[in-house]
């Protein structure tokens, strides 16, 4: 079975909780992604800068940003409009490439059974196993601090090679969940 839209988890320094502190919550502004986790996008999504790496299907992926200020990315994004055009778009994807590194593997299990999952982060490395075995070793590290993360949403995002941008929600037709056991920390 496959769950329409992404799921995953692992660590991420939740790049989209941009706030204005309504309501009680702190203040923050957009930040480029820092992650490394396993995750699931349906087909209908396109999350790779990389036109070398898997774009969706079951992952295991880092991201690694450059530094770039947030007020700066605060003041940038009223540029999104520009990619709803493709030629800005394949520039800006250029771009992306270069302001965040990443690396992804594809993972070969039915990930409706249960299995064991390890994440090793070091300043040097991470290193993402499945029931032992490593499926993605890189280092392409994320900044600190992450945290925790696990989400399961019917959304999608495409960002193709082609320069085109869709986003939206997929109907899902089925229940889905994610039944975690987390069994130590280090």
């Known amino acids: 079975m496959e769950i329409p839209g992404t799921w995953g988890f692992g660590l991420w320094n939740d790049p989209f909780s941009a706030s204005l502190g309504l309501g009680g919550a702190d203040r923050r502004l957009p930040a480029l992604p820092e992650a490394a986790w396993f995750f699931f996008a349906s087909p209908a999504n396109y999350l790779s800068f990389r036109d070398d790496l898997p774009a969706q299907g079951f992952l295991a992926a880092t991201f690694r940003s450059k530094p770039v200020s947030t007020g700066l990315l605060a003041l940038g994004s009223p540029l999104l409009v520009s990619l709803l055009f493709p030629g800005i778009n394949r520039l800006a994807r ?25 994440l090793d982060w070091t300043e040097q490395s991470v ?49 889905a969940w994610i039944e975690l056991k987390i069994s130590t920390f280090a």
């Open 94 to 118: 250029a771009l992306a490439r270069k302001l965040v590194r990443q690396d992804a593997a594809r993972i070969a299990i039915d990930p409706t059974g249960w299995h064991t999952y390890d």
């Open 127 to 175: 290193q993402l196993r499945v029931e032992g075995e490593i499926v993605l070793d890189t280092s392409t590290t994320p900044h600190g601090p992450l945290g925790i993360v696990f989400w399961i949403d019917n959304q999608y995002a495409a960002w193709t090679p082609d320069g085109r941008v869709r986003l939206g929600s997929l109907a899902n037709e089925e229940l």
